[in-house]
């Protein structure tokens, strides 16, 4: 469908007399992962958390599939198709890492757990989940004593147990180090291929060259630059304002294919 998409339009967001977003456009096409950069202070994340709905703009839209998301609580976005994940990684810590599962898939149907137990629940669609993540080895461990990259697997895997077609992640690689962050976004690579949309934010420039389709820079709340991150890196504005010269390092990353 022309429609199935994220678009957002026109997007302002001010506090007070700051405008922290400043007239926003652009669009994410289904099966397409972009990233969101920016310096610290550009807007970035106030961006983020109007689009995901922990903030409400003061102007625009943010349209999916041709429908406004504006004002919807997270269970409607669910419903239409839309998650999200944290910076800081959002799981049931008292529940072991397939109980959470369990419980991601009962809550995704909009049941109560009535005469079956946790334990009992979709452990087909679970396992499924757990092997897709990388944890299949861990599934009868309680999720606080996860490793943080795993903690961060567990969060991507409870979204995407609501079978979503819009995912928005805010700094899925944030805290990981190098070879987990490469792991993790290399999942993320892999859903965007498989048809899923993928809008996030990052940044750390290993987790963004030769993953995202399009990268996309606000500086002081407007769009600066957008296009391929070998175009943004090499960009006078962007080289002033916020990546220098550093951003040309990744280039040989940027231009391998993706997995």
Request: hydrophobic residues 45%; aromatic residues 6%.
């Amino acid at each position: 469908m022309s429609d199935s998409k994220l678009q957002v339009r026109g997007l302002v967001r001010h506090f007070g007399g700051v405008k922290a977003v400043d007239g926003v456009d652009f669009e994410v096409a289904s099966g397409e992962c972009v990233a969101l950069i920016g310096p610290n202070g550009a807007g970035k994340s106030t961006c983020f958390a109007c689009i995901a709905g922990q903030q409400v703009p003061t102007a625009g839209q943010v349209l999916w599939q041709g429908q406004s998301l504006l004002g919807l609580q997270p269970r409607e976005r669910l419903v239409r198709g839309v998650a999200r994940t944290f910076q800081v990684a959002q799981i049931f810590e008292a529940l072991s890492v397939q109980q959470n599962l369990q419980l991601a898939l009962q809550a995704s149907l909009g049941q109560w757990l009535a005469l079956q137990p946790l334990s009992a629940c979709h452990l087909p669609q679970a396992h499924a989940l757990l092997a897709q993540a990388g944890l299949e080895g861990v599934a009868e461990h309680e999720a606080a004593s996860l490793p943080y990259g795993a903690k961060k697997r567990l969060e991507l895997a409870l979204a995407l147990a609501a079978g979503p077609r819009l995912l928005l992640l805010d700094e899925p690689a944030a805290g990981l180090a190098g070879q987990e962050r490469q792991s993790l976004m290399q999942w993320v690579r892999q859903l965007a291929n498989d048809g899923l949309t993928v809008l996030y934010t990052e940044h750390n420039m290993d987790a963004v060259a030769g993953l995202a389709d399009r990268v996309l820079v606000l500086i002081e709340g407007r769009l600066a630059a957008q296009g391929s991150f070998a175009q943004i890196a090499r960009d006078p504005v962007v080289q002033a304002r916020y990546l220098g010269h550093s951003g040309l390092d990744f280039l040989g990353t940027e231009e391998q294919p993706h997995a």
